[in-house]
Each structure stands twice: as structure tokens, then as C-alpha cells.
């Protein structure tokens, strides 16, 4: 057994709302601060960056979004879906960007997504659509064998308190949730 420091794990954050005012956004900020603060190398990727194309299973891998979003969904060693709560589901910019970097087929093209570790930042509107996220979280499961992290964060406008009058977030995560990924690679 080696006693070498293990290398810093690489988590990618897809923030994955389109709204200028997303509090997911806010969710996928601070868990970055709180990865860096454990020594994880975050990767802070947010969809407003890019157009996701409409999924055709033909052109849209020639889009400019998807290299770049492909590759940073596969070369993490864990993903933080920062999501909006919307209608009883994850939004839809979420759900159009795993339908782009999930499919396989063509050109020994390979999901980005098998085996990876997910943990979702929820933000919703209501405290009892908690579980809103969860059909998405059983087809990463089933379609991809993801492995679903269940700390999930799910915080709503009672969550903000007095910190959303400032502008920020104050969550408090586990002690171990840096260690999530840690221990499920090992």
C-alpha cells in the first residue's frame, strides 16, 4: 500500500439554469468554494456560456457546445448538477445537455456520463417538490450506471433568509461531502 497523498479530485459543476437571477447558480458557486476549500480541483461550467443545440442525434455533435461540455462531464471524477426546480422537474437545459453528452452510438461515440458520481444542488420553488429531481437521478442510474450521491441539497426561498438581501448563499454542507468522491472511487 502506498503512502503517497492522493491526487485531487476534479469535480465538475454544470450550473445548469438559464435565469440571470438563478439561485441554483448561487448553489453551484458555493459548492465550488467548498470542493477548493477541501482540495478538489472544481470546474465551474455554466450553461449560459453556451447555446445547447436542439438533440437530433446527427448534427448536434457537430455544435460548437458539444466538445467542450462532452468533455467536461467525462474527464470528472465527480458532477455537481446544479439545477432549477421547475413544473415538478429538473429544467429542461439540464436534462437537453444530458440527452447531448449521454448518447452513444455513431462514430464510436461514447456517453459522457457512465459511471460517473452525481450529486444534485437542487433549487425550487416549494419545500414539498424535494424529490423533484428524482426521475432524472434513476435514469443516470439505470441508463448510465451513475452512482447518486444522496446528499442532495434542496433549498427554497426559506432557505435564503437574510442572505439573499445581501446577494448570497449561506449553505452548510456534511463534514465529509468533499470526501463523497473520495471514498466511492476507492
Not at 452510438?105 to 417538490?129: M, N, Y
Request: hydrophobic letters at 40%; aromatic letters at 12%; proline letters at 6%.
Amino acid at each position: 500500500m502506498s503512502n503517497s497523498t492522493p491526487r485531487p479530485l476534479k469535480i465538475t459543476i454544470l450550473s445548469c439554469s438559464l435565469d440571470p437571477e438563478s439561485r441554483s447558480r448561487d448553489l453551484g458557486r458555493e459548492a465550488e468554494r467548498y470542493l477548493e476549500a477541501q482540495g478538489c480541483i472544481p470546474q465551474f461550467v455554466d450553461l449560459r456560456d453556451f447555446r445547447l443545440p436542439d438533440f437530433d442525434n446527427s448534427a448536434c455533435y457537430r455544435d460548437p457546445a458539444y466538445i467542450p461540455l462532452h468533455q467536461a462531464v467525462r474527464d470528472a471524477d465527480g458532477i455537481v448538477l446544479a439545477v432549477p426546480i421547475y413544473n415538478w422537474s429538473i429544467g429542461s437545459a439540464a436534462k437537453s445537455l444530458i440527452e447531448l453528452t449521454g448518447a452513444t452510438g455513431a462514430e464510436s461515440r461514447k456517453s459522457a456520463w457512465f459511471d460517473q458520481i452525481v450529486t444534485f444542488f437542487c433549487a425550487g420553488g416549494l419545500p414539498h417538490s424535494y424529490m423533484a429531481y428524482g426521475a432524472t437521478a434513476m435514469s443516470l442510474m439505470l441508463d448510465f450506471k451513475c452512482v447518486i450521491n444522496p446528499y442532495v441539497v434542496y433549498a427554497t426561498e426559506r432557505d435564503w433568509g437574510r442572505a439573499a438581501a445581501a446577494g448570497s448563499c449561506q449553505m452548510s454542507f456534511p463534514r465529509d461531502f468533499g470526501n463523497v468522491w473520495r471514498s466511492s472511487l476507492s
